[in-house]
Nanobody, 115 residues
Framework: QVQLVESGGGLVQPGGSLRLSCAASGIMFSIYTMNWYRQGPGKQRELVAAITSHGGTSYADFVKGRFTISRDNGKSMVYLQMNNLQSEDTAVYYC?????????WGQGTQVTVSS
């Protein structure tokens, strides 16, 4: 059974930084593309960043240059380093895997950007 557990969210001032973590279990982690999504208040869930099994990365335009996705296959972890956070980044951030029969979401971690 696939399990994804996010952590690292919190309250941060505009311009601040946070690092989100997602611990995966129940899958052969190293072969999967891992994804971060977010859902802001009253908004649809949207893709933030993805990282392939080989470390290739892609980002939504609204986070390019500010967020960095990375992974540690030895620890089955995926990270999202978020810098220069703005109020519009306020959302619940989710880890997601959707390949090779897997289709699993984490419970989410709240990020609030406010002064």
């Amino acid at each position: 059974q696939v399990q994804l557990v996010e952590s690292g969210g919190g309250l941060v001032q505009p311009g601040g930084s946070l690092r989100l973590s997602c611990a995966a279990s129940g899958i052969m982690f190293s072969i999967y593309t891992m994804n971060w999504y977010r859902q802001g208040p009253g908004k649809q869930r949207e893709l933030v960043a993805a990282i392939t099994s080989h470390g290739g990365t892609s980002y939504a335009d609204f986070v390019k240059g500010r967020f960095t996705i990375s992974r540690d296959n030895g620890k089955s972890m995926v990270y999202l380093q978020m810098n220069n956070l703005q109020s519009e980044d306020t959302a619940v951030y989710y880890c997601y895997v959707g390949q090779f029969g897997a289709d699993s979401w984490g419970q989410g971690t709240q990020v609030t950007v406010s002064s």
